[in-house]
């Protein structure tokens, strides 16, 4: 089943692209460039919402893996 019809699987691949981004931005700050066009402006954009929502990323990220680790 893809990611786009089922909810948690969306959500999963959302987090996984805002933690990635978030690191990318802190380990190569050169790649990620606002004005760039493409996948590096949509990289920037997850690594933005992952500096300025952290703590609700890192809490969403730790109930997907509680989800993951206890579903059926």
């Given at each position: ?20 981004s978030s690191y990318i931005k802190a380990q190569a700050p050169a ?11 949509l990289i920037y954009k997850f690594a933005i919402i992952g500096e ?21």
């Amino acid at each position: 089943m893809s990611a786009l019809f089922n909810f948690n699987s969306l959500l999963l691949v959302i987090l996984l692209l805002i933690c990635t981004s978030s690191y990318i931005k802190a380990q190569a700050p050169a790649f990620i460039n606002r004005e760039k066009k493409g996948i590096p402006k949509l990289i920037y954009k997850f690594a933005i919402i992952g500096e300025r929502l952290s703590p609700y990323v890192s809490m969403g990220c730790t109930a997907m893996a509680i989800y993951t680790l206890f579903q059926k």
